[in-house]
Structure formats: structure tokens, C-alpha cells
């Protein structure tokens, strides 16, 4: 079972407690529908499983009172399951959400109480909502006709996470690559089971990104040993070339030869070095010291 699959799974359970919501769910089940030209009453809509299309019927059935019809449909390759509705109120609905008219999404559902835009969120995602597994890039995305997609876009606004738009050939893909938005929107929906996973998912990938950092980081640090020593290499030439470094004291000069001659030692290899050998703080100090020295000329 895919992630997206789990996440319908996990919505399908979500109870309805109220016409309300109930209308907005199936405001959200069938903005996609497509209005019957030949029977002024009836809309359809495909949806992917027979357990996302018994839950629309199920919908139409207890707030219209009447049973929808239901068909199995071979479509490219691909299987969908069909839910055909007539009844006057069920057209309006279909159509008045679609009409180009600003307000036409919340004038049709109402949105009357606090759940209402989470169950027409929830039947969006149901009927046309994909979401990538939590180990793959982030990727949230309903593919709705041309025809909904500003009433889909405008409800996403209206919630605070506005989408992306892509052109799907006949539709539009509003979509997300915003972890945050992703798992708000899916806890928004009620995908509450998933959203666990999802999380840790996340958590996971963040602490190796963190790892990957720290060892990007020891790499950087290689490298800046490497330029101190070149700095170091720098002064001690510098001091030979012009004599001033048989003024320095015998132990500065025992580490500038030990240092020139072995430019690829790291400090505590060098400091083992000296006879006796030194500590890397004396060590450093006496490279400081040099470099001053090399500083004055
Ligand atoms: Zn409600």
C-alpha cells in the first residue's frame, strides 16, 4: 500500500458529525464531478477505490435522502469507480461551485462551523489528493479540472497555505513541497494515524542531513589546517631567506626546521616531534611566536 493510499485509508475513517460538514465533505468529493448535459439533474464523479466511492454515496444517501447509482469503469487502463447522483439540490450544488464567481465555494458550502473547511479538504484529497511516500521528496497535490481549479485555488488561500499551480493537461495540479504546509494540511484533512510516520520520517532525514553537515564540516576543518600550515611554511622561508632566523631562541628554531621540514605533520604529530617532544599548546605558542617574528620584517 502506498503512503497516499494510507493516508485515504486513514480518512475514511474520520466520522461525520454534522450536516455541515457533511455538505462540505461532498462539496469536496465532487468539485470535480461533471454535470450531466443530458439530464439536468445528475453529476458523476470517478473516484480511484470502491471504498472512497461507497463513502460518497453514503454521503449523497444520508443528506439527500436517495440512493446513488454506482458503476465500474474501465478508463486507459486504469479502473475507476463511478457515482452518478440526481437529485435538483445535488446539480446546484455541483454547479454553483464551479460558477465564476468570487465567494462561489463558501456561498455553495457555507462553511457553518469549525470542521466544516477540514471535511471539504478531506473530500478534495479523497477524490483527486496524491501525497509522496515520506521517503521520497516532498509532494502534496490535488489535480483538479481547469474549470475548479480557481475555487480549489481560493479555498487554499482562503486556509492560509496557498498553492503552487501546474498545467496537467485537462487539469491543474495545486501543489506542495513545503514540509510544514504538507503536514498541516494532511492533520487538517484528520490523516492523524499517518501524519506519526510522516513526522519521524522527517526527524530521521533531518539528523542525517545534520550528520552530513557535521561531516562536511571536518572536511572544511581539514582544510583549514592545511591553509595554517601554508601560512606557517610562509613565515619560516620568509625568516630563512633573510637570515633573521638564526637570531631567533634555539627552540623556536628547532620548530621552525621541524616545520619546514615536514609541512604535511598535523600539530600533535609535530609536537611529538621535538626531542623532548612538547605539547600542542607549547607548540602553538611557538608557532605564534614565529609567525610574529616573521610578521616584523
Ligand atoms: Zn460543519
Known amino acids: 500500500m502506498s503512503f497516499a493510499d494510507a ?18 465533505l461532498i462539496g469536496g468529493l465532487f468539485l470535480s464531478a461533471v454535470s450531466d448535459p443530458a439530464d439536468r439533474d445528475r453529476a458523476a464523479a470517478r473516484f480511484r ?7 460518497a454515496a453514503e454521503q449523497l444517501r444520508v ?3 436517495k440512493t446513488a447509482e454506482r458503476r465500474r ?10 457515482v452518478s447522483f440526481a437529485s435538483p439540490a445535488f446539480r446546484r450544488l455541483v454547479d454553483n461551485l464551479r460558477a465564476p464567481r468570487e465567494n462561489a465555494l463558501s456561498e455553495t458550502i457555507g462553511f457553518r462551523c469549525e470542521e466544516c473547511r477540514s471535511a471539504f479538504l478531506r473530500g478534495l484529497f479523497l477524490s483527486v489528493g496524491t501525497v509522496n511516500d515520506p521517503h521520497k521528496p516532498v509532494h502534496l497535490e490535488f489535480s483538479v479540472p481547469q474549470a475548479a481549479a ?15 499551480a501546474v498545467s496537467r493537461g485537462a487539469n ?3 501543489y506542495y513541497k513545503d514540509s510544514a504546509a504538507v503536514e498541516d494540511l494532511l492533520a487538517m484533512m484528520g490523516a492523524h494515524r499517518v501524519i506519526f510516520d510522516m513526522i519521524n520520517t522527517r526527524i530521521e532525514r533531518e539528523i542525517r542531513n545534520h550528520e552530513n553537515r557535521v561531516n562536511n564540516c571536518d572536511t572544511r576543518n581539514i582544510g583549514r589546517t592545511v ?8 613565515a619560516i622561508e620568509r625568516l630563512r631567506e633573510t637570515g633573521k632566523i638564526d637570531n631567533l631562541p634555539e ?5 621552525a626546521r621541524l616545520r619546514y621540514e615536514n609541512p604535511d605533520f598535523s600539530l600533535d604529530a609535530l609536537a611529538e616531534l621535538h626531542r623532548p617532544p612538547i605539547t600542542k599548546s607549547g607548540l602553538n605558542h611557538r608557532l605564534r611566536r614565529i609567525a610574529e617574528a616573521a610578521d616584523e620584517l
Open 73 to 82: 469503469i474501465g478508463f486507459c487502463g486504469k479502473y475507476y469507480e463511478e
Open 172 to 174: 491543474v495540479g495545486l
Open 251 to 255: 627552540e623556536l628554531r628547532e620548530t
Open 7 to 24: 493516508v485515504r485509508e486513514d480518512l475514511l475513517t474520520v466520522p461525520v458529525k454534522k450536516n455541515c460538514c457533511r455538505r462540505a
Open 150 to 164: 480557481p475555487v480549489a485555488s481560493a479555498f487554499f488561500g482562503e486556509i492560509g497555505y496557498p498553492a503552487k
Open 63 to 65: 443528506q439527500f435522502s
Open 227 to 234: 591553509a595554517a600550515a601554508a601560512k606557517q611554511m610562509n
Open 49 to 55: 477505490t470502491a471504498e472512497i466511492a461507497d463513502c
